[in-house]
């Protein structure tokens, strides 16, 4: 089975200041991966996805995250913050079979100005 | 173009009430979902879709019913509500079920079970 794990539940950058957001997973097969966003009040909205091909991919709003398969990790990056960022990310894993997304448990990004 | 829609978006009950949370979809999507989000523990699959006609437990089902009505629509029952049962309950759906599936959500119902 895979699932997934984000490390920091909740993390602080200045406005500018790069994000990292971390995610790695574990999988017995190539795994498909996924980064949601959440605004206050709001449901999930993708923010981008790896399925095959390039490892690097750019999402929504100057997101990107990298698939390294060597390190089992998909972290999330964009180089400077900013104020509208301020959100809950859930990066998710498509597990194997019939089954559907497996989520983590999200990391809170808060922007200071 | 709505979307997924969920109603209602706030609900109190007292323990033991039941009630339906509804979901609709209008983008002609063959699978949907119901997620509880609680904090700490990330989004957790109660019962999914996959098509018109099929029903799937997922991580966390006890204490839930659904039914798929048509291909639009999905909906979550409670029997007997439980404090445990306070959350933001979450509908999605995607196209299919395919690994590359974008889920779209709704904007959740909060539920508070007294």
């Known amino acids: 089975a895979q699932s997934v794990t984000q490390l920091g539940s909740h993390v602080s950058v200045s406005e500018g200041a790069l994000v990292l957001l971390r995610c790695n997973y574990s999988?017995?097969?190539?795994?498909?991966l996924f980064w949601y966003v959440q605004y206050p009040n709001q449901g999930l909205q993708l923010l981008l996805k790896?399925?095959?091909?390039?490892?690097l991919v750019k999402g929504i709003n100057g997101f990107e995250a990298e698939f390294k398969k060597s390190e089992t990790s998909f972290h999330l990056t964009k180089p400077s913050a900013h104020m509208s960022d301020a959100a809950e990310y859930f990066c998710?894993?498509?597990?194997?079979?019939?089954?559907?997304?497996?989520f983590g448990k999200g990391t809170r990004l808060s922007v200071i100005a | 173009n709505a979307g997924v829609t969920q109603t209602p978006k706030f609900q109190v009950l007292k323990t033991g009430q039941s009630m339906t949370l509804q979901c609709a979809q209008d983008?002609?999507?063959?699978?949907m979902y119901w997620y509880r989000q609680d904090p700490g523990m990330g989004l957790r699959l109660i019962y999914y879709?996959?098509?018109?006609?099929?029903?799937d437990k997922g991580e966390v089902p006890n204490g839930y019913n659904v039914s798929r009505l048509n291909k639009r629509e999905f909906s979550l029952r409670l029997e007997s509500a439980a404090p445990s049962q306070t959350s933001v309950y979450f509908c999605?759906?995607?196209?299919?079920?395919?690994?590359?599936?974008?889920?779209?959500f709704g904007p959740g119902t909060r539920l508070t079970v007294l």
């Open positions: 999988s017995s097969v190539p795994p498909y």
């Open positions: 999605a759906s995607s196209e299919g079920q395919g690994r590359t599936d974008t889920q779209y």
């Open positions: 983008m002609n999507h063959n699978s």
């Open positions: 998710a894993v498509w597990q194997s079979g019939n089954t559907p997304l497996v």
């Open positions: 879709s996959a098509s018109e006609g099929t029903t």
């Open positions: 790896y399925t095959t091909g390039a490892t």
